[in-house]
């Protein structure tokens, strides 16, 4: 699985866009982008995932570099609700590594009213 | 779709004394998966099961460990003996076939005195 390198830590104000950012130079061609992210004391939550293309759903947005070698999730109106760790993973397309989720440690996004 | 539900929220034990937790998936998901997360870190991969098949664990998951699915339905994950670095928060998560997020619970938080 891919490496990824985030930011230990960022901030936003509410009401603007969150920008995170995620680093993952040794993803596979086969691998795909996910973003979970973690409210406190629940479990990790599917929020976007992606392999070259951009995608967007109804909870955020995700740029993929087209060298695949980084990515960007964009909250485009934070809410104090998005205070979270959020967490950048590779993950294989199909067989029976899909699924084994090498997590890391995430970037703690805090949303200031 | 109820989500995934786990049972207990909390369970505090004494080191030696043998714990079951019991994890029960989004009907018809036929993968299951089971994370152990410790304080300020990520979660963790331990084992992961295609329907009653357990088909890949983790060095973490030491002889003390054993997780089943009888019936390809609710997991139970048991560890005997417990030990005070088995403190952490254990997790299940299913998903569907194919390349689908993982839908997680909110957790066990296993705490051994």
């Known amino acids: 699985d891919a490496k990824t390198t985030q930011p230990p830590s960022m901030d936003c104000a509410e009401g603007r866009a969150a920008n995170l950012p995620c680093n993952h130079s040794t993803i596979s061609g086969n691998e795909y982008v996910y973003w979970y992210r973690q409210i406190h004391s629940q479990g990790p939550q599917y929020i976007i995932h992606?392999?070259?293309n951009n995608e967007t759903n109804e909870m955020a947005s995700l740029i993929i570099t087209e060298d695949r070698k980084s990515s960007t999730l964009i909250l485009p109106h934070a809410t104090l609700r998005d205070t979270a760790v959020y967490y950048c993973?590779?993950?294989?397309?199909?067989?029976?590594?899909?699924?084994?989720?090498?997590f890391g440690q995430g970037t703690i996004l805090t949303v200031h009213p | 779709d109820t989500g995934v539900s786990q049972d207990p929220r909390h369970k505090i034990t004494k080191r030696g004394q043998n714990v079951t937790f019991r994890c029960d998936p989004i009907s018809e998901h036929n993968r299951l998966y089971w994370y152990r997360q410790t304080l300020g870190q990520g979660p963790e991969f331990l084992t992961y099961f295609q329907n009653e098949a357990q088909l890949e664990k983790s060095r973490l998951l030491s002889d003390r460990f054993s997780a089943e699915r009888p019936k390809g339905s609710f997991s139970t994950l048991e560890i005997q003996r417990t030990e005070q670095g088995d403190s952490a928060m254990y997790l299940c998560?299913?998903?569907?076939?194919?390349?689908?997020?993982?839908?997680f619970g909110n957790g066990t938080r296993l705490t051994v005195t």
């Open positions: 998560a299913s998903s569907p076939e194919g390349n689908s997020p993982l839908h």
């Open positions: 993973i590779g993950n294989p397309r199909g067989g029976t590594s899909y699924g084994k989720l090498t």
């Open positions: 992606g392999l070259k």
